[in-house]
């Protein structure tokens, strides 16, 4: 074996390492949010969407350090900025509160909900670093097509397995949401993430990573990658999929939660980690799959089980249910779960043929597609904003909706019609 393969091979197992941490510490959103929903009701989803939004602030700036630094140093960078973040989320367990800082919507907001939410802000800023990192990089290593598609999805595997974990974990470790629950019940979580973060650290600043922008001439852009209509409909494809992948188990999560019964914040945790099970299954499924069955076709038929799948659930009675722990529990959560095998391949698919002939464009492009993550902020918090006003099922028309435009992109608007800008 070569050198330079044996490098490869160790680039795809560590970029597959830090694909499995970003979900790890994306998915303490929702969980940690039923923990500040028995106070702050308004609040559910607000460190999801802090999460989130810095991936507005954060994408393009990724981008640009990606071209400076180069892959390695923008993931060393970023793992140290999510410690930081994690050991905020932990201050807020200890420190703040009592101490009012405002008022909102006639409850007052204390300092230790603040000191959380800035937690979860640059938690947003470390994953949307390593975010912008791992996908280019794993296309490259796979040379782009179906085959970067499939290394894609191997990483993707690794994050759901660990997506699969967290919401579990946390079911587990809470219980039953009550008055006296806070973020101390979660804080092995914290630490388990900054130990991972920084045992990571040690491990990527001792291997070898392809820098192919390093060392380098600086390519001159003529244009922006969203000059590329394929790029442009993509851009808007995984704003709306990042917000289908959050807000299914999000929203069931709350549901299963708020029927109140004694442990439903761990059913609802189980049901939720089941979704992102179900996203594991699927990608490994998709990536021994991707390098014979092209993406487009993949996409296709993914988003439309996903659309039925939905509408099943909505249309289903309540009065259907199944029994766990002594509970009954609606039989179309089921269904709402096992649309994580749906989305299970959307974003390396949307992606891979998103970036699909953009050469030099690539690694721009890849800081676009990291600000448009924010959409699994802001989608979330108005599908939540439809359940409290017309009920949880009913907010899941939303992401249908959704579903509809991915499946569109999938048929129509993945195809390049800019193979006249030059990319070299």
Known sequence: MSQEKKNNIVAIITMCFIFAMISFVTNMGAPFGNIWGFTYPFAKAWGN?????????????????????????????ALIVGIVGLALQYLSSIAGEGTYVFTYDGIPVALNLIIYLLGAFICGFCVCMLNTVVNPMLNILGGGGNKGNQYIQIGGTMNSLTATLTPLLTGLLVGTVTAETNMGKVSPLLFIGMAVFAISFFI?????????????????????????????????????????????????????????????????????????????????????????????????????????????????????????????????????????????????????????????????????????????????????????????????????????????????????????????
């Open 49 to 77: 969407l802090m999460n989130f939004a810095a991936y507005l602030f954060m994408g393009i700036p990724a981008g640009k350090m990606l071209i400076k630094y180069g892959y390695k140093k923008t993931a060393l960078i």
């Open 204 to 424: 990527i600043s001792r291997v070898d990573i392809p820098e192919p922008t390093l060392g380098k001439e600086k390519p001159k852009y003529e244009h922006s990658p969203i000059a590329f209509r394929h790029c442009l409909l993509g851009v808007i494809a995984i704003f709306f999929y990042v917000g289908i992948e959050i807000g299914i188990p999000m929203e069931l999560n709350f549901y299963i939660t708020n029927l109140g019964f004694e442990g439903s914040a761990a059913i609802g945790g189980t049901l939720a980690a089941s979704y992102w099970l179900m996203m594991l299954v699927g990608r490994a499924s998709s990536s021994v799959l991707s390098g014979k069955v092209s993406t487009k076709l993949q996409l296709t038929v993914v988003s439309s089980v996903a659309i039925i799948l939905l509408l099943i659930a909505i249309f289903l009675p309540e009065s259907a249910t199944f029994t766990v722990s002594g509970h009954d529990v609606p039989i179309k959560t089921i269904f709402i779960a096992a649309c994580g095998l749906c989305t299970s391949i959307m974003w390396g698919g949307i992606f891979n043929l998103s970036v699909e002939g953009l050469g030099k464009y690539t690694e721009a492009a890849s800081g676009i597609f990291m600000t448009m993550v924010v959409g699994g902020g802001i989608m979330p918090l108005i599908q939540e904003a439809i359940a409290k006003s017309a009920g949880p099922i009913t907010s899941y028309w939303l992401v249908i909706a959704m579903l509809a435009y991915i499946l569109f992109y999938a048929l129509i608007g993945c195809k390049n019609v800019n193979k006249d800008i030059p990319v070299d």
